[in-house]
């Protein structure tokens, strides 16, 4: 069976295909969700001409079953709960904190190492494209789309390269517009539809940042107006 995406860059580039011919605002700025969000949204924010950076979420997984989701967190203190499944298991509220807890821990680590000293990118009134590499339950994407609505955009696209029909059409009740490239059904997992569904790396996220910030004729989405780009060219990358 050929499956539809050799890996990120590639599920990226077929997915900036997509965007090109249905988002044509000329303010959008590209959200990736690290870390697998990040190389596709880098591949999305080549075509478009527009920044990228991180909008920082993490999933809340079920104790002793982590890739099972009962909720996500994001940027602003937003948490996002599904009360069904946690009362359904008998977790309790208690453990539920601990597990926010930590997760937040690691989301202050990734806004240090990918950010720095620089400010989360400004959206109001802006087109904001939150990318993801697929999406499973939603609960992530659903996080960052209601946290970036806080800040004010002028429209919300959502876009994943792969994600089960059900999860499309649910994510539909929370942005604008939702762009899915494949529905298989049955879906199982994300990471199914990839030849190769390598972890991305904090150092790649840190790269693929620094490669759009330094690209000349494009302003990273913090910089000021007045500000200039006088940067080395993009480096070449292989998306094989």
């Known amino acids: 069976m050929t499956l539809p995406f050799r890996d990120r860059y590639d599920a990226g580039q077929q997915l900036a295909e997509k965007l090109k011919s249905e988002v044509e605002s000329r303010d959008a700025i590209v959200l990736g969700l690290p870390r697998g969000?990040?190389?596709?949204?880098?591949?999305?924010?080549?075509?478009?001409?527009?920044?990228?950076?991180?909008?920082?979420?993490?999933?809340?997984?079920?104790?002793?079953?982590?890739?099972?989701?009962?909720?996500?967190?994001?940027?602003?203190?937003?948490?996002?709960?599904?009360?069904?499944?946690?009362?359904?298991?008998?977790?309790?509220?208690?453990?539920?904190?601990?597990?926010?807890?930590?997760?937040?821990?690691?989301?202050?680590?990734?806004?240090?190492?990918?950010?720095?000293?620089?400010?989360?990118?400004?959206?109001?009134?802006?087109?904001?494209?939150?990318?993801?590499?697929?999406?499973?339950?939603?609960?992530?994407?659903?996080?960052?789309?209601?946290?970036?609505?806080?800040?004010?955009p002028a429209r919300v696209v959502a876009a994943v390269p792969v994600a089960s029909a059900d999860v499309c059409a649910a994510m539909r009740r929370f942005v604008d517009e939702m762009v899915c490239l494949e529905t298989p059904e049955p879906f199982a997992a994300v990471g199914l539809w990839y030849e190769d569904f390598s972890p991305t790396s904090d150092a790649e996220v840190q790269e693929l940042l620094r490669r759009t910030r330094e690209q000349p004729g494009r302003r990273a989405p913090s910089e000021r107006d007045d500000e200039t780009d006088n940067a080395a060219s993009l480096p070449k990358r292989n998306a094989a």
Not at 37 to 60: Q, S, Y
Not at 68 to 89: C, F, P, Q, S
Not at 126 to 132: E, G
């Open 37 to 152: 969000g990040v190389p596709v949204g880098f591949e999305i924010a080549e075509a478009l001409g527009a920044p990228l950076d991180v909008f920082l979420v993490r999933k809340l997984g079920v104790p002793g079953h982590e890739e099972l989701a009962m909720g996500a967190i994001a940027m602003g203190g937003l948490r996002v709960l599904n009360e069904d499944l946690a009362r359904e298991l008998a977790i309790p509220a208690a453990t539920i904190d601990a597990v926010e807890a930590r997760e937040r821990q690691e989301m202050a680590r990734r806004e240090r190492l990918y950010r720095g000293n620089r400010p989360s990118p400004n959206v109001r009134g802006k087109t904001v494209i939150l990318v993801d590499d697929g999406l499973a339950t939603g609960s992530t994407m659903v996080a960052a789309a209601r946290a970036v609505r806080q800040l004010g």
